[in-house]
């Protein structure tokens, strides 16, 4: 199975800061990953597939980068509402697979 | 509008088996491309997929839990329906469900999961 490890567990960003999350996958998943954010009590919300591409309606704050294994979610001015939890995930290797979470607290 | 929402029991026995319900609505499993997951995540863990069911009605299961795990679909009440025999307290868990869209890279489709429901909490104990 595809090991995604994301880093660092916790980041520590003030309001207007920039914000870079890392995700690591132990083979090759092409361009085939997904970021989510999940707020306390809700559902994961999608961000971006394919590495970079934003899903409808998302902030062009956030992008996406990288192929192969590693990958970065950036924001890049960090906004109230950003902070939470982020999960990349992997669904070009069977079976599908999550990263462990960053937490992007201030 | 896409949603999803899920239902089924709060609280279950050791050894029992689970049945969680997926009602959605805005599209529909019978369309070609359309599939649908469950996934879970632990108290204060990370996510799990579990099993996807696609239009065409294969079915896709996580290997460690495969021999617990059945979904199903009725595509004329729009719900996907996922089993889950031998509860243990380790299943304690909040499900969602989700639609997977998918895109095209040299001629394959990867799915991916765009919508989710806003989850059920299930607490497994005796």
């Known amino acids: 199975d595809t090991v995604m490890t994301q880093s660092p567990a916790t980041l520590s960003v003030s309001p207007g800061e920039r914000a870079t999350l890392s995700c690591r996958t132990s083979?090759?998943?092409?361009?085939?990953l997904a970021w989510y954010q999940q707020k306390p009590g809700q559902a994961p919300r999608l961000l971006i597939y394919a590495a970079s591409t934003r899903a409808t309606g998302i902030s062009a704050r956030f992008s996406g980068s990288g192929s192969g294994t590693d990958f970065t979610l950036t924001i890049s001015s960090l906004q109230s509402e950003d902070f939470a939890v982020y999960y990349c995930h992997q669904y070009h290797k069977w079976p599908p697979a999550f990263g462990q979470g960053t937490k992007v607290e201030s | 509008q896409v949603t999803l929402r899920e239902s089924g029991p709060a609280l279950v026995k050791p050894t029992q088996t689970l049945t969680l319900t997926c009602d959605f609505s805005g599209f529909s499993l019978s369309t070609s491309g359309v599939c649908v997951s469950w996934i879970r995540q632990p108290p204060g863990k990370a996510l799990e997929w579990l099993a996807r069911i696609d239009w065409d009605d294969d079915k896709y299961y996580n290997t460690s839990l495969k021999t617990r795990l059945t979904i199903s679909k009725d595509t004329s009440k729009n719900q996907v329906v996922l089993t889950m025999a031998n509860m243990d307290p380790v299943d304690t868990a909040t499900y969602y469900c989700a639609r997977m869209d998918r895109w095209l890279q040299l001629g394959y489709y990867y799915y991916y999961m765009d919508v989710w429901g806003t989850g059920t909490t299930v607490t497994v104990s005796s």
């Open positions: 083979q090759s998943v092409t361009s085939n």
